[in-house]
């Protein structure tokens, strides 16, 4: 089963924000999921509008979940992304 890290679209129509999912790649962009990581929403500027559950996604992204490009630019905003590819690195290193 491949597993995607991916947004889930929310909001009124003109005012959306997004949920970032874990979830199965088959799986319709707003249907089934198997957990939330964090939102993002785009109505406020950069950083400021993202929430992410560090351990979560780290523990997601060990697992090798793949993340779309947009979730890897939300990561890198939130510094997630670097601390994987740390810790990616340490584990290659050993």
């Known amino acids: 089963m491949a597993v995607r890290m991916r947004l889930m679209r929310m909001g009124a129509k003109k005012r959306a924000f997004y949920r970032i999912v874990v979830a199965d790649a088959r799986a319709p962009r707003d249907g089934k999921f198997i957990e939330i990581v964090g939102t993002y929403d785009p109505h406020k500027d950069g950083a400021a509008g993202v929430t992410i559950d560090k351990e979560k996604a780290l523990n997601w992204l060990q697992k090798g979940v793949?993340?779309?490009?947009?979730?890897?630019?939300?990561?890198?905003?939130?510094?997630?992304?670097?601390?994987?590819?740390?810790?990616?690195?340490?584990?290659?290193?050993?």
């Not at 779309?68 to 050993?94: N, S, Y």
């Open 66 to 94: 793949q993340p779309t490009e947009p979730v890897v630019r939300i990561l890198k905003w939130t510094g997630v992304w670097d601390e994987f590819q740390a810790a990616k690195q340490a584990k290659k290193a050993e």
